[in-house]
């Protein structure tokens, strides 16, 4: 029972005021926190106790933090042996408490002491509750201004301190949080016990980390520093491909700083409920499940690397936000870009054969085409509110922050940007930077101008489109390029961008005949004429490496000389790049979707599976919005005639199990082996290979077995001991793209095959084509189907299981199945970190597009909770751009200026201009598509 609260009335008042951006002041700095935490998880509340070390920097009777949702039993400051009780104002909108005392604090050291109370809530963020079928968890999520919701504090990135935590938890449970245990000690109550930690390094109040709960972990150890891979007692077996990741990218890591991992201990957990896919808390980095857990035997190669990927990005953290931080959120690029530039390194050094560069090139890609909106934002922007801070999370942040460390990264050199990395750490440890801080560095390192070309992609918005022609001159010894920048936007009325913008662009060149970069130069005018090479060659590609950071529209008579030699003289990463940019001009209306349709299918024999996705997600673009029912078979059967022959090389699934009998894989020949398959032969599969297999003896925590009869023996053990990893993704490349936008008759009947037969306990599937080949069979399945993946999503022992089923739900095209699926994001089946994505997948979907909007709609008060955590409502927002109409668009514009989602604002935006994007480029492009292919 709660205790009632009227003692605190005597002193606290509440006011509301209009909202408007306001930071803390700097008048008192914390120093240190000391923190106990009593969690009552039958009730879902908690109570705490803190004790703020302070100092006064100038004499003050106010002291201003951070507080919300939380009550206020007493405060009293107290300095030398003298305390007096401060009274306390909340302000809700400013998410503050002011402290005000009857006398002046004079300057110097000081504490704060705080009783106070609040609700374990359902938000997840702050300190919320998380639940399981079995029973209920506490665990914290504080980034970006949520530690405010547990405790009173300092809660902006600038404010460090250190944190000592104690916490009181239930006599069977156990707490993790970001120091090492030093204690465990029974009571208060007989059924409590008391866990103390290690104070913490020097870190921001958003880093501090609670998970309360019956957790498990493995052990393990990389040299001295201990780790642990911890999560709900079902689960926790499940936890060892993340270990060994751990391992190896805390070992690489380790080798490229020059300060070593200076946490003492590293901890990663897997939460049931977690609103982000991870969060870097200082020495206790918290997952969702499906991104830290799966089964050794049967996970696919997709699942392995995208957990290496994202232990490596938050393990990165670790330099870059914990011991370094931005100095506000305005910089957040400095703890994300930089995260996920360092996250691929490890990678690279370990999996050499995970093709890390194209996925490098094809994050570039995400935030090209956000950076190509009217709407984007520059790097440094403003940042004030909660809302405006929630809403810097996107691929600006992210992909475009990693994107330009690489540029430069590649322009000065792999180890002098190392050696400047280093220094900026070095003198920024425990403490907070900026970007000139960064790039002040890489300048001093390198003696290049980095502090000249940084600020003009950091500082302004936008992408920069790079046109190139060639000249030979000199009696042939010389080839000059002329090269002209300008900004690129999808509106063909705003390209060119306002009078000045110019950037400066590192440009490195690689020449026709030569396998490798020649030497870079600067663009830094709007046109320039450089020295390219020596001779004439009849191309050049200027973004060598697919490094740089901006689109390139090639002369036309370029790529006739180039089109011969692409799938030999350019790398994947530089196959991607050029088809991208490509497509870009199309969207930006340089181009028209014929000129792409024509490189397209110079894409057939195209063997890099990264590559490949993005030439046939364009192609699966046009043959939704850009095609008529009269020219929409055509298409398909132009993406039969690509595609089926890589297709029967690959088959549905894995080759003979003997490894001895594989053959390269040759897409231009029916088979890679002279051997003649049965159908059945396609579909054997061996056993997984040794990595990511489990000790001899153990239980398999994935449940089931090849032939068990049970949902959950849908997948099996890794496919074909000899195949790689990207031959076993390009198979699902390849099936998708026949059986959705080829609408191939003999890939839809073998994809519903292979699933009927593993759904019936037969052969699995390959763990890696497995989504591909239930989502074709879901796109043209039955209710019998339906439910055979309901219950498959119901059983499954690892996340990735569940999530593979429960996602192809969203697939199915039958009216009456579609509005089984959308009643699934209302049911408790549905986490609320599942809500908005699952929703995605369903506008995703053309089929249940149109039905999925008035879903939304219909249901938008009981839907909504779901959809407004973290990141869920951007999410859900951006989806939308998938409609192509005026109608819906101003519907959707209507309906969110009723609706509000203030984290999602810079995300409408961007999803009303993409829907106008597609309306202008539907209008012209359609008859182009048409007629090209009647020409075919």
């Known amino acids: 029972m709660r205790r009632p609260s009227a003692f605190a009335f005597l002193f606290t008042a509440v006011v509301v005021t209009p909202a408007f951006a306001q930071r803390l002041p700097e008048t008192v700095l914390p120093q240190h926190y000391d923190l106990t935490f009593a969690v009552d998880l039958a009730n879902e509340r908690f109570t705490g106790t803190e004790t703020i070390r302070v100092r006064v920097a100038a004499p003050t009777s106010r002291i201003v933090l951070n507080a919300l949702d939380l009550q206020f039993q007493e405060v009293t400051i107290a300095r030398a042996a003298a305390s007096e009780r401060a009274a306390v104002i909340l302000n809700r909108n400013d998410e503050t408490a002011t402290l005000t005392l009857p006398q002046s604090l004079p300057q110097g050291p000081a504490e704060i002491r705080i009783r106070f109370s609040g609700v374990l809530n359902n938000k997840l963020r702050g300190f919320y509750v998380s639940k399981t079928a079995k029973r209920k968890y506490a665990v914290t999520q504080f980034e970006s201004t949520d530690a405010r919701r547990a405790f009173p504090c300092f809660d902006e990135p600038a404010f460090k301190a250190t944190f000592a935590l104690t916490l009181i938890v239930d006599r069977d449970d156990t707490a993790i949080s970001n120091g090492k245990l030093l204690s465990d000690a029974p009571g208060p109550a007989r059924s409590q016990h008391t866990l103390k930690f290690a104070p913490s390094p020097r870190m921001s109040s958003y880093l501090v980390a609670m998970a309360v709960g019956d957790f498990r972990c493995l052990d393990g150890r990389e040299g001295p520093i201990p780790i642990r891979v911890c999560a709900t007692p079902d689960k926790t077996a499940l936890g060892r491909i993340a270990l060994e990741s751990t391992k190896q990218i805390l070992k690489f890591y380790d080798g490229y700083y020059a300060m070593k991992y200076p946490f003492g201990k590293l901890d990663l957990v897997a939460v049931p409920d ?184 950091v500082n302004q918005p936008g992408v920069p489109l790079v046109e190139v022609s060639l000249r030979c001159e000199d009696n042939n010894q010389v080839t000059r390029g002329t090269l002209k920048q300008q ?142 029912d009269t020219s929409r078979p055509k298409l398909q059967s132009l993406v039969r005639s690509l595609f089926r022959r890589s297709f029967d090389a690959l088959g549905v699934d894995a080759a003979a199990d003997d490894p001895s009998t594989l053959q390269p894989f040759d897409p231009s020949t029916r088979s890679g082996s002279s051997r003649a398959r049965s159908r059945d032969d396609t579909l054997r599969v061996a056993p997984s290979p040794v990595e990511g297999r489990q ?23 890794a496919s074909s001991r000899g195949e790689s990893d990207d031959r076993r993704q390009l198979r699902a490349v390849v099936l998708s793209a026949l059986g959705t936008t080829g609408d191939d008759a003999d890939v839809i009947e073998k ?171 539907r209008a012209k492009q359609t008859p182009l598509v048409a007629d090209w292919l009647s020409r075919r």
């Open 274 to 457: 977690f609103a982000a896919g991870a969060m870097e808390n200082t020495a206790a980095i918290f997952f969702r499940a499906t991104d830290l857990l799966a089964n050794g035997e049967t996970a696919s190669a997709s699942t392995r690397k995208n957990i290496a990927s994202i232990i490596a990005h938050e393990v990165a953290h670790q330099w870059f936000g914990d011991l370094v931080t931005m100095q506000w959120w305005d910089d957040l690029w400095l703890n994300e870009g930089f995260a996920t530039w360092m996250s691929s390194h490890p990678l690279d050094a370990w999996k050499p054969e995970w093709n890390i560069a194209v996925d490098d090139a094809s994050e570039n890609q995400r935030a090209l085409t956000l950076d190509s909106l009217r709407s984007t934002r520059a790097i440094h922007a403003r940042a004030e509110t909660p809302a405006d801070i929630e809403g810097s999370f996107d691929a600006i942040a992210y992909e475009k922050g990693a994107a330009v460390l690489r540029m430069i990264e590649s322009y000065v050199g792999a180890e002098t940007f190392r050696n400047g990395v280093n220094q900026y750490l070095q003198a920024h440890a425990y403490g907070s930077a900026t970007s000139q801080d960064f790039w002040t560095a890489i300048a001093a390192t390198s003696h290049r101008p980095v502090d000249t070309i940084l600020p003009t992609f």
């Open 751 to 921: 994809s519903r095959a292979a699933v009927d037969r593993a759904l019936g306990g037969g052969v699995p599937l390959d763990p890696t084509a497995a989504s591909a080949v239930i989502e074709v069979a879901a796109a043209h399945g039955d209710a019998r189907l339906y439910d055979g993946l309901a219950a498959a999503a119901e059983r499954a022992a690892s996340p990735e299981d569940h999530d593979r089923y429960a996602n192809a739900l969203a697939s199915f095209r039958d009216p009456a199945l579609i509005a089984r699926a959308l009643e699934e994001a209302r049911s408790t089946r549905m986490r609320s970190q599942d809500t908005a994505h699952y929703l995605a997948r369903l506008f995703g979907n053309p089929a249940a597009r149109e039905r999925a909007w008035a879903f939304l709609k219909e249901h938008w008060t009981e839907l909504e909770p779901k959809v407004r955590i973290a990141f869920g409502d951007a999410s859900l927002v951006r989806s939308l751009g998938s409609f192509c109409d005026a109608g819906t668009r101003d519907d959707v514009r209507a309906f969110f200026a009723a609706n509000r989602l203030p984290a999602a604002t810079r995300a409408l935006d961007e999803t009303l201009e993409r829907i106008d994007n597609c309306i202008e480029l």
């Open 695 to 717: 000790a001899q003896g153990r239980p398999d925590p994935g449940g089931g077995t090849t032939g068990s009869g049970r949902p959950e023996a849908l997948e099996g053990q």
């Open 487 to 628: 900004r690129l936007t999808l509106d063909p009325g705003l390209n060119g961008g306002a009078p000045g913008t110019v950037w400066q662009v590192p440009i490195c060149s690689k020449l026709q005949g030569s396998d490798s970069a020649g030497s870079c130069a600067v663009l830094d005018k709007p046109e320039q004429v450089l020295e390219l090479a020596h001779g004439c060659p009849s191309w050049a590609f200027i973004n060598a490496g697919a490094h740089g950071y901006f689109r390139t529209a090639y002369a036309p008579e370029m790529l006739r000389a180039m089109a011969p030699e692409i799938e030999t003289a350019l790398s994947a990463p530089e196959r991607l790049t050029l088809v991208e940019d490509e497509w870009a001009l199309v969207r930006a209306g340089r181009h028209t979707a014929a000129d792409y349709l024509t490189i397209a299918t110079g894409f057939a024999r195209e063997q890099t599976s990264g590559v490949l996705a993005l030439v046939t997600a364009r192609l699966a673009f046009i043959d939704q919005y850009l095609t008529t």
